[in-house]
Structure formats: structure tokens, C-alpha cells
Nanobody, 121 residues
């Protein structure tokens, strides 16, 4: 199995910054993509940003220019630097990985437990 553990959420004022981290562990053969999704109350889970093992990134339009995703392949860790935060960024942020296990070599989606980000106005 593959486990994802997030850290770094919290409460911040509008205009402030937070940095999220997510470390993958377990019987990992390879991780193709890692990223972040978020879900606000009453809303569906939505893409925030993803990054492949080659470093190709993809961002939601709502966070472009404010958020930066990065990845340490050696540590199986992905980061999300969030600047110029807005109240509408308030949500539970979930780490995501598209990974292949050692035992089965099957590629599956994996999710973290989520970390709360609250931006006050």
C-alpha cells in the first residue's frame, strides 16, 4: 500500500502565505504524478495543482500566479507554496499521488486524509 501524510495547514489572514507538504511512504515502486486537490463545504473536490516526476506542472486558473507546486522525487514528497491567500481558498486540501506498488506494479490513485486551510478576511 501507499500512504500519504499531509502537513502545514492552518489559519492565516488574507494576503498571507502557507506551505503544505505531503510525504508518500509504503511499498512504492514509482510515483508518476503528485498533487493537491481541495474541497470547500458544499462544493465538489477540485484540482489545485499537479506535478509529474518529470516536473511538468498544471494549475487551476484560480491559483495561477499565487500557488507554486514542487516535488522532491528522492523523498517522495510534494509541496504547495500558497501566497496571496484569499478567503475563497478556504478548504480542506488533499494530497494526491498516482503511484505504482512494488508487489503488484499496478498504478492506482492514492489520497491523503486532508489538511484544513482557513483564510480569514
Amino acid at each position: 500500500q501507499v500512504q500519504l501524510v499531509e502537513s502545514g495547514g492552518g489559519l492565516v489572514q488574507a494576503g498571507g502565505s502557507l506551505r503544505l507538504s505531503c510525504a508518500a511512504s509504503g511499498s512504492i515502486f514509482s510515483i508518476w504524478a503528485m498533487g493537491w486537490y481541495r474541497q470547500a463545504p458544499g462544493n465538489q473536490r477540485e484540482l489545485v495543482a499537479t506535478i509529474t516526476s518529470a516536473g511538468t506542472t498544471n494549475y487551476a486558473d484560480s491559483v495561477k500566479g499565487r500557488f507554486t507546486i514542487s516535488r522532491d522525487n528522492a523523498k517522495n514528497t510534494v509541496y504547495l507554496q500558497m501566497n496571496s491567500l484569499k478567503p475563497e481558498d478556504t478548504a480542506v486540501y488533499y494530497c494526491y499521488a498516482l503511484a505504482r506498488q512494488i508487489r503488484t506494479l499496478r498504478e492506482d490513485d492514492y489520497w491523503g486524509q486532508g489538511t484544513q486551510v482557513t483564510v480569514s478576511s
